[in-house]
T-cell receptor, first 110, second 115 residues
Framework: GEDVEQSLFLSVREGDSSVINCTYT??????LYWYKQEPGAGLQLLTY?????DMKQDQRLTVLLNKKDKHLSLRIADTQTGDSAIYFC??????????FGQGTTLQVKP | GAGVSQSPSNKVTEKGKDVELRCDPI?????LYWYRQRLGQGLEFLIY????????KSGLPSDRFSAERTGESVSTLTIQRTQQEDSAVYLC?????????????FGPGTRLTVL
């Protein structure tokens, strides 16, 4: 079946860049999403990329997609303490089904 | 406008009882998803409805779990003979059909506690 892998934890200093990585197995993925979940809160869609793109930039966020290697990354520039959260990678297959990774906890130290 | 709603927001039940969780998607959204999130874990796919197509039930963990959807509206997730490991937040999401359905809109979830 489909599988999505993420590292579980990342710690950075405020002002540094954060890079969260994700690998997936479903080669039919059409859209690939990044969601953010703060403690006790719901899921917030951060950004997404279409599978025929290799990069998308949205303010402090940069998404890179290597479709050949099935690797997705999210870069957060100038990371702030408010960016501390769990980040989920979620590729969407061509049937429309969305599979989530287990999430990467980002800790931002002042 | 109204978003995805779920009810109840919290449910406490005893082991062995049956529970029904409800999801009201955004009007016009043909796709509907159910996910489960255990404490400190990621989202686990359960089931996906898309219009009149047969649902993708590949994520249902056991035959104690079932889900129904009436047309393109309400969906009910039923868990029979609940177990303690069923304790989790159950999330529902919906999206528009076709290419317009890029974004999934998540409901607030139902927190299920099985004692």
């Amino acid at each position: 079946g489909e599988d999505v892998e993420q590292s579980l934890f990342l710690s950075v200093r405020e002002g540094d860049s954060s890079v969260i990585n994700c690998t997936y197995t479903d080669s039919s993925s059409t859209y690939l999403y990044w969601y953010k979940q703060e403690p006790g809160a719901g899921l917030q869609l951060l950004t997404y990329i279409f599978s025929n793109m290799d990069m998308k930039q949205d303010q402090r966020l940069t998404v890179l997609l290597n479709k050949k290697d099935k690797h997705l990354s999210l870069r957060i520039a100038d990371t702030q303490t408010g960016d501390s959260a769990i980040y989920f990678c979620a590729p969407r297959g061509n049937t429309g089904k969305l599979i989530f990774g287990q999430g990467t906890t980002l800790q931002v130290k002042p | 406008g109204a978003g995805v709603s779920q009810s109840p927001s919290n449910k406490v039940t005893e082991k062995g009882k049956d529970v029904e969780l409800r999801c009201d998607p955004i009007s016009g959204h043909t796709a509907l998803y159910w996910y489960r999130q255990r404490l400190g874990q990621g989202l686990e796919f359960l089931i996906y409805f898309q219009g009149n197509s047969a649902p993708d039930k590949s994520g249902l963990p056991s035959d104690r779990f079932s889900a129904e959807r009436t047309g393109e509206s309400v969906s009910t997730l039923t868990i029979q003979r609940t177990q303690q490991e069923d304790s989790a937040v159950y999330l529902c999401a919906s999206s528009e059909p076709g290419l317009a359905g890029v974004k999934l809109y998540f409901g607030p979830g139902t927190r299920l506690t099985v004692l």
